[in-house]
């Protein structure tokens, strides 16, 4: 990526690589998720790490859930890779690789994994990644790899994080191994979820919306079939 490159030029990129209109709501979600992922992109301390990833690809997910047509999701995504010179692919076989881990062990397990005290099969260069990221004096922190971090807890164990007790406790240890800032993290996985929450509900009103559309299509079709237009039955005597 570009250092000197602007928002305008990466939002000018997507739309040459994705050319199809994306839906009303959703594209407020789309340009956020660019407009973030491209000031990380042009920061001097940002690196990209396979948590970031996983937490790209989980924002992208859920915001975009319900989305029509699906398959414009993908080239929605491609997009916004691409247009941050970036390879897509490495996002999903990263994020995939991270889900893998967290669905095959425990909660405990994956703190041990995260503090370093824990390794497992095939996962060194995962393993080489979290030790950057915790030993990084400038670490470049984002709303992007809590997401990712959050999605971690939610595999491994569902429930804890739907516990504001447990989830609370969690994020504390995630944050001392990893040296985050705690109250940074919290504040933005609050936020994510709230946001969750307001797009699953706007989906809802869309729904309504484009049913009761539907609806008055439907009546209007069938009043054109039983009423037909005048003058044609004094036409045909």
Known sequence: ???????????????????RPINSIYRRVVEELMVEMHLLS???????????A??????????????LPEQDKVSIFNGLCQALGDD?????????????????VSTLDLLSWLEGSTSFEDTGDLQASITAIATNSKFKYSRLFAIGL???????????VKDPEARVQAIAKVCAALHLPEEKVTKDLDLYRSNLEKIAQARIVLADVLQADRKKREKRAEKAVVSPPNGSEEASN
Do not use: C, W
């Open 42 to 52: 042009v920061n001097v301390d940002f690196r990209y790490n396979p948590i970031y």
């Open 88 to 104: 897509p692919q490495r996002y999903q076989q990263d994020a995939r690789r991270l889900e893998g881990l967290a669905s095959r």
């Open 54 to 67: 996983l937490g790209v690809v989980t924002a992208f997910e859920r915001f975009m859930q319900g989305y």
């Open 1 to 19: 990526m570009n250092n000197n490159s602007t928002v305008s030029d990466t939002k000018r990129s997507f739309y040459t690589i994705h050319t």
């Open 150 to 160: 959050f999605a971690l807890l939610e595999i491994v164990d569902p429930d804890l």
